[in-house]
Structures are given as structure tokens and as C-alpha cells.
């Protein structure tokens, strides 16, 4: 029987604010729109009725309950209060999971009432983007599918012109059951495993950084749209933009070609004739076509030459620049039966092998580029996908300067909402295919239901995994971020599946990516010179970054990434608000079991060093020194060895779809941690660093450009503000380079002994432009940091002033005769309850400023309509929390 919850009250506002903030946009398409609201629903134990009568205007609903679409069973269900909050405390335990109520429990009718009437020479259709797992449609009293409609990951399409009412009164019913098996969640990697017999999602069975999604994901969980056309309707266009030779992102450019096909379907039992004709930077490109009666017929136009073309690059290395492309089919008479509007990036990608680094190299516009990348998991457990929260993620990464996304097996192929974030933010994306070395038999594992023989061929159906990648591919393939598709994580998917892909589907389908067997393939990386593989994965000594060699493109390596104190209070209890205890002699954490619930990863002694733990609030600050370091060093160790020993890495992992406590850079809420800034700043195209094993000042230069004639300094703050020139001295460096100047070793090493020391190094353009900074905090010669406890409070005054609506400017400016400012990190509040509004961006944040130093930080988020100015929170190690009223 479902009862009725109390949620946590704050997580549950935090939740809802989110939501509506995030709310989905109208489809974009003028001829088509979603059908996102109005919904109800109610499970099969409580419907007797058929669908042929669930599907009548006249049926009543009354009892029913309201239904989140698109979204899961759960998502309603928590929306309603017949379930709790799973993401705060313990509270995912109260939830029935499905394994052991059995798939009927989650098995749910939906039903939508729409208005939509037939028109003359029209064809009206119904499309379903995603449901899972399976499901029956009905409308207006008739079935419309012949057979169950089978698959996560299956795009369907009917055509209901025949079936609308003459009134245009209409009421749709789908029934939608469970994944066929729904796995034993037994705490493995994807339960028990069995999870992945299915054509679906592999980690709701649980995984190492979640708990188990107790329904699977079961629902309609991605956009249903009606969409009405003339007599021929466009399906699955494609575009390749092809852009030979070696191009700089500035400067007149020689010409690319245009490639553009596209499948036309003709709905009527006559033949059509008309022009297929796509507009492009005002240029008209037409083919005349007769299409058979019930036909779908490919059709492919003439390549077109675009002169100078305004090409599309990664973040950092130039403009992310898009066409608009109207893609239109006309039928006799001019009238347009059907129009795509598909966004253009001009750009190639090619690969080759890197003999120095044994590994592959990736190549965007004839450019080598640098790969940087975070490993992504999905933006919500409970699938609840908006265009606003998938820009507010892409653009979170490019914030952290990486370059590429990976969008990991064990989940989905994304979105294309998330795919037009990452073409508008520079995001290369390297995207997996459903399966995972873990449930997919790679590895003898006594938490699996089955062996490895019987587990090396899963899904269980075959055709339809094939039938879905075939798809998924054509629903994603325009978009020019769209880099890499990989067959598996950490395991090929079985051969026949693997064969068709790569010698097949692959070639006819999208035949100008890399495909990759599966993610550390040997293919794409080698293990040489006593190189460790993936990872490491967990908290590091610093030099480990630097001086141990892994993968030479690594597609998994990561860290810590607990969230601060007020992250932390969104889904902990208070009365679970108990630091964790490391003991240095056993090496194991004492840690409170909602910690443990929510995947807490240990920092083992990294927190101690920065001195006694006063409680979780104090432990959450000090974790974040902790987070910046790590991230920090991460990149910088592989971006020292960048051409050398690698081609590229990509962090396990940047984010998380629920309240996890590793492995991100932001938490659920959308808050950003000192990771984020840690990894702003090391991963900068053009940054310049120190090495701590040989002390070794470095300048990393990720650009197709060389830098010259910049003025290098090194320095030394005391813990009373007193500074030390080391050096300063005019260096340059080449494109796509990093390069060695001199160890400050012996100076750092006598200035530290005691209490530590601050090392500064700046890059400065010859106008004396700041170009880099980096501001290291070394410990003593025991590898403590006491002198950071010993500091006096900073003198830091701060102002702030309003640019534009949604866009503040915050200045920092440290008396000359003051100790360093450090490590503030800086909130936009609301101005009456003090709680931070979120998603907010941030040119910088966790910010030290030196004595006589002013910084400015550029704070851009999204204003709520008649709220009054928010204010600015700024707090910091040696500064206590004030607010700062927003000036106009």
C-alpha cells in the first residue's frame, strides 16, 4: 500500500526551486510541439480497465494521480509525497525496491488529454523520444502499436492522423512496464549484474559512487511530441562538414564542403514530387525528387563548397562558431510539407597514432589537440532532463577548461539538449555505447549472479541493441562536439554486436568519427613503460600526478570530492553531522553511516595536516584545500608530460546525478566545490606552474599559437605577508608545448622549514598583462601546515556592483600591509534568507589575493523575476563571513 511522506523540507525546496528555475523550453520546431504537462497516472494493480477504454475522453481520471513527463514512476511518485526525497539521509531505504515488490509494483498507466485536430493534406504524428522499458499506446479507443514496443532506447513514431477525433478532443494512454529484468541490487557494480540483460541503464542496480534507483528508471522518460506535416515528412537528416588541411582559428580560411542527406517519408498512397532544398549562409542548394506512394526513401543533395567558412573549435583553442541550416522539402505548389532546422558546426576531426606517447591523437581542423576531459554520468537519477540544467553542466565544464566530455557506458547516449550545450561551449564529446567491463563479464566477480561466459553475452537481445545503436546515432550524429564513439566501458560489447558496429552500422551511418573498441583499448592507449593503467583513483601525494606514468590517454583517473558545509546540510541530517575520523596507524576511517550511504570517499590524513578537526563544518572547509590541490596537481602532472607522455586524460569523475560525495565538481544542487576552481586553474590554456618533487617552474602552453616575450616572476609570501622575489625573467614558449625554466626548489625548501610559505608565479604579457597566476601553499618540512593556523586575519575589503541583470562584479582588494587574503570563496545570495541561489558561474572563486593586490571576480546567474538585489557572501581561512550589498 503507498503512503503518504514527509520530505526534508530544505532538500525538498532546494529540489523544486531547482525545477522550476529549469523548467524544459517548448519544442524549438515550429511544426511540432511536447506534450510535457497534464499528464496523470496510476499503477496496474489499481486500473482493471483495458487501454481501448483507459483511452476514451469519457473515462474519468479523477483518482488518478498527477504524472511527471517526461520522467520515471519515481519522479512522481516523489512529486507527489507517496515516496521520499531518496537523495537526503538514509531515505532511499524507505523506498520498495522493485526486485523484491516484483515488476508490477512500478508497472503504470499514463494517460494525457490533448487537443489536436485533423487537417486537409495533413499528417499528424505522435513520437515518443525515450521509454523504458517497454509499453502499449492507445488512442481515442484504438491500440496503435501491433507488437510491444521493446527498449530504453528506441525512438517511436505513429502517425494518428486517421485516429483524432473530429473535435479534436483526445486522450492518449500508454502502459508502461519495468526493465525484464530488473537485477538483484546486492551493493556490486550494477547489483548482481543481470541488470544489463536489458537493452538499458546498467548502474540503477547500484554502483560504487550510488545507491540503487528502486524502480530502474521505469517510465516515459524522455519528451513526448505531436508533430504535424504536409504529405512527405524529413527523418534523420544528416550533414558532414569536411575541412581539409591545417587551420588557425584566425584569419581568411580556404573552403569546406557540406555533405547533406536525409531519409524522406511519404504518408500518402499517391507519389509526391517536389524539392528537397536546404538554405545555408544564404546560399539555396535544391534537388527535385518524386517519392513512391508509403515510401521512405534516402536522398542525398548535391555537396556544397562554403567559401571562408567560420569554423567550429573546442574550448580553448578557438570560437565555437554554428550555421543555421534550414533543411526543407517543398512540395508542388510551393508549399513546404516538412522543415528541420539543424545547427552546423564546420569542423573534422582525424586521429592518428602518437609513436612517442603510444597512444592516440586526436586532431580537430588539422589541429593536435590537447584532450582534458571529465567523465559524466548522467545529469539526474531520476531522469529528469531539462535544457536549462544540461547548459548549466556543459557550461561548468567549460569552466574547468577541459575540452571533452565522456559520457560513460553504464548510462545513456545523451541527450541532444546536452549535445547543443556542448556544441555552444566547446565540449568534445566522447561517447560510450551501453555496456561496462563490470555486469558485461570482464572480470570474475562472486557478487554476479552468472559467470563471466554468460554475462560476455549480454543483453540478452541482440537485434534490438543493434536496432537502438542504429537509432540513437541517427538522432545524434549532427552535432559537431559529437567526437568518439566507443563500443563499451572497459569491455568490447559481444563480437557479433562489436563486428556490426565497426564494419557495418558504424561506416554507413557516421563515417567520419574515431570509433573505439572500448574505453582503454589498446587501440586508443598503450600500457607501456611500466605504465599503471587506468586511474589512480582516491587521494594522491601531489608528486604522484607529476612522476608516476599511467595510461598515455587515460580515460579514467580522479580524486576526493566532498562538497563544503552547505552542500553537505541540503542532504545530511543533523544528526549525522559527524566528521570523519582517519586513523593513521590502522589506516581505516571511522565514518557516520549516512557518509557511508552517500559513498564517502576517504581523505585519509590530508585533513589533519591543516590541523585538528573542530566538527563536519570545519572538516568540509578544510577538504576543500584539499580538493583544489589534487585537481590542480592532477592536471598540471599530465599537462607537464602533454606530446610526451600523453595525448590526453579524462578525470573519474566531474559530476554527479545524485548526492554522492565523490568524484565532482559541483554537487546535485548545482553549488560548485573548490574542485572546480583547482581544476580552473590547472587546466588554463596558457598557465604556468611548479612541480613539487624537483621544484621545477614550468609554462604550459594549450594553444595553436606561441607565446613570446612574456615576463616570468617567481616569489615567496611569508605567513605575515612578507614577500620574497625569487626571479624574474622574459621566457617564451611554443604552440602546443610545455616548457622546463628553473627549480626555485632550494629557495621554497628554506623558506618552508618552519611554518610553510606561499609560492606566487605570474605570467605578464610585455604591456604587463596579466596572463597567469598561480598561488601554491607549501607545508613545513614535516608536511604540515601550521603556519597556516598561526595566521592573523586578513585586512580584505570587498565591494560589488551590478553589470546587468544577472550579472554582478565583485572586487577584492588586501591592504599592502596585511597578510595574504586566503582561500575566499565568494556566494550570491539571497539577500533575505542568505541561502546561495543556484546554478551560479564564476570567472574565479576560492580566491587568494596578496598584499596590495585587488582581484575582480564576475559572478553571472539567473535573477528571479520582482525578487529585490541579492547580496555577495564572502568568507574565507584568515576572513570571516560578511555580506556584501550589490551596488548599481
Request: aromatic letters at 12%.
Amino acid at each position: 500500500m503507498i503512503k503518504t511522506f514527509t520530505v526534508n523540507k530544505a532538500a525538498l525546496i532546494s529540489i523544486l526551486l531547482l525545477n522550476a528555475v529549469l523548467m524544459a523550453v517548448p519544442s524549438k520546431a515550429q511544426n511540432s510541439y511536447e506534450l510535457n504537462s497534464g499528464w496523470k497516472c496510476a499503477p496496474i494493480a489499481k486500473v482493471k480497465e483495458q487501454g481501448t477504454v483507459l483511452s476514451s475522453p469519457v473515462y474519468s481520471t479523477a483518482s488518478w494521480m498527477p504524472a511527471t513527463v517526461p520522467g520515471t514512476v519515481l519522479t512522481s511518485l516523489v512529486a507527489n509525497k507517496q515516496m521520499p526525497d531518496p537523495f537526503y539521509g538514509m531515505n532511499n531505504e524507505q523506498i520498495p525496491d522493485i526486485y523484491k515488490t516484483g515488476r508490477d509494483y512500478y508497472t503504470y498507466w499514463f494517460v494525457k488529454d490533448f487537443k489536436q485536430a485533423a487537417a486537409k493534406g495533413k499528417q499528424v504524428y505522435l513520437n515518443f523520444r525515450g521509454v523504458n522499458y517497454s509499453f502499449d499506446v492507445f488512442l481515442n479507443g484504438r491500440k496503435l502499436n501491433n507488437q510491444l514496443n521493446k527498449g530504453m532506447f528506441m525512438r517511436r513514431s505513429f502517425n494518428i492522423t486517421k485516429w483524432l477525433t473530429a473535435g479534436g478532443d483526445n486522450r492518449l494512454a500508454v502502459i508502461v512496464y519495468p526493465p525484464d529484468v530488473v537485477g538483484n541490487a546486492n551493493g556490486g557494480q550494477g547489483g548482481d549484474g543481470t541488470i544489463a540483460k536489458n537493452v538499458g541503464i546498467q548502474y540503477t542496480a547500484g554502483w560504487d559512487w550510488i545507491q540503487p534507483v528502486r524502480d530502474r528508471n521505469t517510465g516515459i522518460w524522455d519528451k513526448v511530441t505531436i508533430q504535424t506535416t504536409g504529405a512527405v515528412k524529413i527523418k534523420d537528416p544528416h550533414v558532414i562538414t569536411l575541412v581539409p588541411g591545417v587551420r588557425q582559428p584566425e584569419g581568411a580560411q580556404q573552403p569546406a564542403v557540406i555533405k547533406v542527406s536525409t531519409e524522406l517519408q511519404n504518408a500518402t498512397a499517391l507519389p509526391v514530387s517536389g524539392t528537397l532544398q536546404y538554405i545555408l549562409d544564404g546560399k539555396k542548394i535544391i534537388k527535385k525528387v518524386t517519392l513512391k506512394p508509403n515510401s521512405v526513401q534516402e536522398i542525398k543533395l548535391d555537396d556544397y563548397t562554403l567559401a571562408n567558412p567560420k569554423l567550429w573549435w573546442p574550448n580553448g583553442y578557438g570560437p565555437q562558431n554554428l550555421y543555421k541550416l534550414k533543411l526543407q522539402f517543398v512540395a508542388d505548389g510551393d508549399k513546404v510539407s516538412d522543415e528541420e532546422n539543424i545547427s552546423v558546426g564546420v569542423r573534422q576531426l582525424t586521429t592518428e597514432w602518437n609513436s612517442r606517447t603510444e597512444s592516440r591523437q586526436v586532431n580537430i581542423n588539422g589541429q593536435k589537440v590537447f584532450i582534458k576531459g571529465g567523465n559524466w554520468i548522467i545529469s539526474d537519477e531520476m531522469l529528469r532532463f531539462t535544457d536549462a540544467r544540461y547548459d548549466a553542466e556543459v557550461r561548468f565544464h567549460r569552466d574547468m577548461n577541459l575540452n571533452l566530455i565522456r559520457v560513460w557506458g553504464g548510462a545513456l547516449i545523451e541527450r541532444p539538449e546536452f549535445y547543443e550545450a556542448c556544441d555552444k561551449y566547446g565540449m568534445l564529446v566522447f561517447q560510450d555505447m551501453w555496456g561496462s567491463g563490470d555486469c558485461n563479464g570482464r572480470w570474475l566477480d562472486p557478487m554476479k549472479l552468472e559467470d563471466q561466459w554468460t554475462r560476455r553475452k549480454y543483453p540478452e537481445d541482440h537485434d534490438l541493441y543493434l536496432e537502438s545503436i542504429k537509432d540513437q546515432v541517427k538522432l545524434i550524429r549532427n552535432y559537431p562536439s559529437l567526437a568518439m564513439w566507443c563500443g563499451g566501458n572497459e569491455i568490447t560489447p559481444p563480437e557479433d554486436i562489436l563486428k556490426a558496429l565497426r564494419d557495418t552500422i558504424m561506416p554507413a551511418l557516421d563515417n567520419t568519427r574515431w570509433f573505439i573498441e572500448y574505453s582503454n583499448s589498446e587501440n586508443m592507449s598503450r600500457n607501456v613503460n611500466g605504465g599503471n593503467g587506468d586511474g589512480p583513483y582516491g587521494i594522491q601525494p601531489l608528486t604522484v600526478f607529476w612522476n608516476e606514468r599511467t595510461f598515455p590517454f587515460n580515460s579514467e583517473v580522479g580524486s576526493v570530492g566532498v562538497s563544503d558545509y552547505t552542500s553537505l546540510k541540503r542532504f545530511i541530517p543533523k544528526e549525522s553531522m559527524v566528521p570523519p575520523v582517519y586513523d593513521e596507524a590502522t589506516g581505516k576511517t571511522k565514518t557516520d553511516p549516512v557518509w557511508d550511504y552517500h559513498k564517502y570517499i576517504g581523505y585519509d590524513g590530508s585533513i589533519i595536516k591543516y590541523g585538528k578537526v573542530k566538527d563536519a563544518e570545519d572538516f568540509a572547509n578544510k577538504a576543500q584545500l584539499v580538493n583544489y590541490e589534487q585537481y590542480r596537481a592532477l592536471m598540471e602532472g599530465f599537462s607537464s608530460h602533454m606530446w610526451d607522455w600523453y595525448t590526453g586524460t579524462i578525470i573519474w569523475k566531474t559530476q554527479n546525478p545524485w548526492t554522492a560525495m565523490r568524484g565532482q565538481m559541483y554537487d546535485y544542487y548545482l553549488d560548485p566545490n573548490a574542485c572546480l576552481y583547482g581544476l580552473h586553474n590547472g587546466s588554463a590554456p596558457l598557465h604556468v606552474m611548479y612541480n613539487p618533487t624537483d621544484g621545477m617552474v614550468m609554462v604550459a602552453n594549450n594553444t595553436f599559437s606561441p607565446k613570446t616575450n612574456m615576463m616570468l616572476i617567481a616569489k615567496m609570501y611569508d605567513m605575515a605577508g612578507k614577500e620574497t622575489l625569487i626571479t624574474q625573467v622574459f621566457v617564451d614558449v611554443t604552440a602546443a608545448a610545455t616548457k622546463r625554466y628553473l627549480s626555485i626548489k632550494k629557495n621554497i625548501d628554506a623558506a618552508a622549514r618552519e611554518d610553510g610559505a606561499f609560492v606566487v608565479l605570474e605570467l605578464l604579457a610585455e604591456d604587463k598583462t596579466p596572463l597567469s597566476q598561480n598561488i601554491y601553499w607549501m607545508p613545513n618540512e614535516k608536511g604540515d601546515y601550521t603556519g597556516l593556523q598561526k595566521m592573523d586575519k586578513a585586512q580584505l575589503t570587498a565591494s560589488a556592483k551590478s553589470l546587468q541583470n544577472g550579472k554582478i562584479e565583485v572586487t577584492l582588494t588586501n591592504s599592502n600591509s596585511a597578510p595574504l587574503a586566503f582561500f575566499n570563496r565568494l556566494s550570491v545570495v539571497d539577500a533575505g534568507t542568505k541561502e546561495r541561489i543556484l546554478p551560479a558561474f564564476y570567472s574565479d572563486n576560492y580566491v587568494s589575493v596578496l598584499p596590495g593586490e585587488v582581484k575582480r571576480v564576475v559572478i553571472d546567474y539567473t535573477p528571479v523575476k520582482n525578487a529585490p538585489a541579492p547580496q555577495v557572501s564572502i568568507s574565507g581561512w584568515n576572513t570571516a563571513e560578511r555580506f556584501i550589498t550589490v551596488g548599481n
